[in-house]
């Protein structure tokens, strides 16, 4: 089957860094998303992955490795807003989207 | 503005009740999605139309009945639901089914069937 892990949830600092991790084993693979999602808000779009290595937006970055099946979303200088959810979401062969269950990041001052 | 709007977004039904969500696109994309989203579990995918036509039925129960009248527009008819089916419907579009591109959500309707 098709398996999206995350962690459930995480504590940070503000101003702090902190790294998101997510590995996935699906049939095929053509990108990898990052999305932010607020309390009660729609999923918004951070980053798109489908080469190896590091992409970087601002305090954002996204890493994937294919060959591990690996990708992991840094925040950088973290700051109270940064409290959501984020999900991690795989296009396998089929180019159908595979949702991991979000991780929930809590910063603390 | 997400340019994806939805309506509306807390709905309390009974379990004989009939209701009907509504989604509407302002971003001319082709593909139109619902999903559902319960606590800590992946967003579930229910239903996909691509250019008004549905191309996926992810086995949801017939209590849900989608309807996409053309491409700006999706609606997910609700009737004898059960409390189990409470959760967060979420639509989304994107520019096209097949090919890695992003999809736009709206905020969704919480729903709470009683």
């Known amino acids: 089957g098709q398996n999206i892990d995350q962690p459930t949830e995480m504590t940070a600092t503000e101003g702090a860094i902190v790294q998101i991790n997510c590995t996935y084993q699906t049939s095929g693979f053509n990108g990898l998303f990052w999305y932010q999602q607020h309390a009660g808000e729609a999923p918004t779009f951070l980053s798109y992955n489908v080469l190896d290595g590091l992409e970087e937006k601002g305090r954002f970055s996204s890493f994937l490795s294919r060959s591990k099946g690996y990708s992991y979303l840094l925040l950088k200088e973290l700051q109270m807003k940064d409290s959501a959810s984020y999900l991690c979401?795989?296009?396998?062969?089929?180019?159908?989207?595979?949702w991991g269950a979000g991780t929930k990041l809590i910063i603390k001052p | 503005e997400t340019g994806v709007t939805q309506t509306p977004r807390h709905l309390v039904m009974g379990m004989t009740n009939k209701k009907s969500l509504k989604c509407e696109q302002h971003l001319g994309h082709n593909a139109m999605y619902w999903y559902k989203q319960s606590a800590k579990k992946p967003l579930e995918l229910m239903f996909v139309?691509?250019?008004?036509?549905?191309?996926e039925n992810n086995s949801v129960p017939s209590r849900f009945s989608p309807e996409c009248p053309n491409s700006s527009h999706l609606f997910l008819h609700l009737h004898t639901l059960q409390p189990e089916d409470s959760a967060l419907y979420l639509c989304a579009s994107s520019q096209k089914q097949d090919g890695p591109t992003e999809a736009f959500f709206g905020q969704g309707t919480r729903l709470t069937v009683v």
């Open positions: 139309y691509n250019f008004k036509e549905q191309t």
């Open positions: 979401a795989v296009i396998d062969s089929n180019y159908q989207l595979i």
